[in-house]
Each structure stands twice: as C-alpha cells, then as structure tokens.
Nanobody, 120 residues
Framework: VQLVESGGGLVQAGGSLRLSCAAS????????IGWFRQAPGKEREGVLC????????YYADSVKGRFTISSDNAKNTVYLQMNSLKPEDTAVYYC??????????????WGQGTQVTVSS
C-alpha cells in the first residue's frame, strides 16, 4: 500500500486548496480513505473519510461546510477540497487507507503528509 499526498502550500485566510492522495498497491474500491491533520504541538485529528458504504464521513465539526472529500476511482486518487481556509487549519495533512467498506476508527496505512499553511 502506498499513499502519496500533494497539493499543500501557503494560502491566505479565506482561500482554497485541493489536496490529492494518490493510492497504489491495493484495490482502491475495497478501501476506506481518510484525511487527517496534525498541527504543531497538537494531537493528530481526523478530518474526513470516504468509503463505499458510508460515502463521506466527517470526523471534525470544524470543517463542515468548508471541506469536502471526493474520489476518482479511475485515477485511484482521493481529493480533499478545502475552502474558506482559516489560520487554525494550518497543519500537516495526511491521507490514510484501511481495507473495508466503512470508515474505521484506526487506519493501517499512511502517507508522508503535506504541509498546509494558512496566513492571516
């Protein structure tokens, strides 16, 4: 299982970014894919997950109405669209994968992360 995130960067508050998670080494349709983030000095938190049974599942109330998750099965890629970004969204964002049709509490495979910095 290999997961590679991209799309991070520096953006002003109110701006948008789209993160990509390119997956390989497994049957994409059989896995749940999640996005997580970790800010400096804070614990990692779940953001969103997508799975064949659950569709989109929000882990963080703070991103509802601003972030969405989608997948392109033909490209084995999951996207995290982030709109109306706030400085508190600054973190390293990770994608993770786990076999199954529902979003789990724990994920077995992780990408290396991509930095998102939102300036005020």
């Amino acid at each position: 299982v290999q997961l590679v995130e991209s799309g991070g960067g520096l953006v002003q508050a109110g701006g948008s970014l789209r993160l990509s998670c390119a997956a390989s080494g497994f049957t994409f349709d059989d896995y749940a894919i999640g996005w997580f983030r970790q800010a400096p000095g804070k614990e990692r938190e779940g953001v969103l997950c997508i799975s064949s049974s659950d569709g989109s599942t929000y882990y963080a109330d703070s991103v509802k109405g601003r972030f969405t998750i989608s997948s392109d099965n033909a490209k084995n890629t999951v996207y995290l669209q982030m709109n109306s970004l706030k400085p508190e969204d600054t973190a390293v964002y990770y994608c993770a994968a786990d076999p199954g049709s529902s979003c789990p509490e724990d994920f077995g495979s992780w990408g290396q992360g991509t930095q998102v910095t939102v300036s005020s």
